[in-house]
T-cell receptor
């Protein structure tokens, strides 16, 4: 079974703090993604990566950055957290081959106060 | 118009009922299709991929209609545990994934 592990289930941070969300997958997947999910807005793609050291902006990259130094790890960074970044953050990975689906971590619920 | 559209529901059905959801997509460059299930405050989990010829997994049947650009999910003999939000997702040939907002299902005793 594919395992995608997010470092924290719940996180509370203050406005202006730098926040790191870590994600590790154990299936040697090429592709990794960071989404946020908010009520009524569905899943929105923040950043993605198709290979080590590679990153691409998704639909809502503003206020975020990412790092992929190793194939299994994809980190999301909030440079200066703001209250509108309070959300559920979901990391996912896929091999990207053919009909391969996305596998999600169990999410990080971030609250910025 | 959204690229992937789902009826948000909620669908309220009694146990044992058969319920069907549709998901329409607008991009003809759509390569593959999936249904995910998401429980409240949990991550989405793959329910099933959708194949051109249609496919079945126990009580769940998925169909793809490329001509009309929709996919469907049929749940037979609904269980209380089927209560969840069902998300449709389309992968384009350029690898982009487009998610629907989900259809909420409540199965009542």
């Amino acid at each position: 079974d594919v395992k995608v592990t997010q470092s924290s289930r719940y996180l509370v941070k203050r406005t202006g703090e730098k926040v790191f969300l870590e994600c590790v997958q154990d299936m040697d997947h090429e592709n990794m993604f960071w989404y946020r999910q908010d009520p009524g807005l569905g899943l929105r793609l923040i950043y993605f990566s198709y290979d080590v050291k590679m990153k691409e902006k998704g639909d809502i990259p503003e206020g975020y950055s990412v790092s992929r130094e190793k194939k299994e790890r994809f980190s999301l960074i909030l440079e200066s957290a703001s209250t509108n970044q309070t959300s559920m953050y979901l990391c996912a990975s896929t091999s990207g081959q053919g009909n391969s689906p996305l596998h999600f971590g169990n999410g990080t619920r971030l609250t910025v106060t | 118009r959204k690229e992937v559209e789902q009826d948000p529901g909620p669908f309220n059905v009694p146990e044992g009922a058969t319920v069907a959801f549709n998901c329409t997509y607008s991009n003809s460059a759509s390569q593959s299709f999936f249904w995910y299930r998401q429980d409240c405050r949990k991550e989405p989990k793959l329910l099933m991929s959708v194949y051109s010829s249609g496919n079945e997994d126990g009580r769940f049947t998925a169909q793809l209609n490329r001509a009309s650009q929709y996919i469907s999910l049929l749940i037979r003999d609904s269980k209380l545990s089927d209560s969840a939000t069902y998300l449709c997702v389309v992968r384009l040939y350029n690898r982009k994934l487009i998610w629907g907002l989900g259809t909420s299902l409540a199965v009542n005793p």
